[in-house]
């Protein structure tokens, strides 16, 4: 039987209030990104500028998954791959 690895898949929390511009009664969109897996926390001034900082991050972490995992097999979303059934 072999080992199975954590999942290292990147975790997002978003949260979106409105929030009013010096008094003038016009209100934007603010947006709080919460990274579960490093603790980091961003907040920004629009949808997308929100983002794109998880598209920065799921990019960086595709390229850190691409050189550490082995060759998987099954299609895309199995959580599991053949040796894991010998």
């Known amino acids: ?3 199975q690895r954590p999942l290292l ?3 997002f929390i978003l949260r ?3 929030e009013a511009l010096d008094g003038s009664g016009k209100a934007r ?3 709080q990104i919460r ?3 490093t603790g980091r926390r961003d907040v920004v001034d629009d949808v ?6 998880v598209t920065a991050n799921l990019n960086a972490a595709e390229g850190e998954h691409e050189h550490s995992e082995e060759p998987r097999t099954g ?3 199995d959580d599991f ?4 059934l010998c």
């Open 1 to 3: 039987m072999s080992l």
């Open 9 to 11: 898949d990147p975790v």
């Open 16 to 18: 979106f209030w409105r």
């Open 29 to 31: 969109w603010r947006v």
């Open 35 to 37: 990274n579960i897996n």
């Open 48 to 53: 997308q500028d929100a983002f794109t900082i």
């Open 75 to 77: 299609t895309p979303g």
């Open 81 to 84: 791959d053949d040796k894991s």
